[in-house]
């Protein structure tokens, strides 16, 4: 059974970083595309993230400039580096990864911005 893990949600202050890590672990799987979703108290989910095997990235308009994904293939791991944060970065965190045919989530770390 494929399983997500995220970690590094935290509270902090506006205009500060933090780096979410997502850990992939049990069964076989290759994911050809891993990401971050995120959700806030009364809105839908939404996309913040995707990066392919291979390094090609996408990003929410909202965040581009201020956050960067990246992957470790060797460890099974995604990463969100967070930069410039603003209170409407606050929500859960998700991670997601695609193995060409489903979608695996995780439970979610929370990211409060606020001073």
């Known amino acids: 059974q494929v399983q997500l893990v995220e970690s590094g949600g935290d509270l902090v202050q506006p205009g500060g970083s933090l780096r979410l890590s997502c850990l992939a672990s049990?069964?076989?799987?290759?994911?050809?595309?891993m990401g971050w979703y995120r959700q806030a108290p009364g809105k839908q989910r939404e996309l913040v993230a995707r990066?392919?095997?291979?390094?090609?990235?996408i990003y929410a308009a909202s965040v581009k400039g201020r956050f960067t994904i990246s992957r470790d293939n060797a460890k099974n791991t995604v990463y969100l580096q967070m930069s410039s944060l603003k209170p409407e970065d606050t929500a859960v965190y998700v991670c997601?990864?695609?193995?060409?045919?489903?979608?695996?989530w995780g439970q979610g770390t929370q990211v409060t911005v606020s001073s």
């Open positions: 997601n990864g695609f193995d060409g045919r489903r979608n695996y």
């Open positions: 049990g069964g076989s799987f290759s994911f050809s595309s």
């Open positions: 990066v392919t095997s291979i390094g090609a990235t």
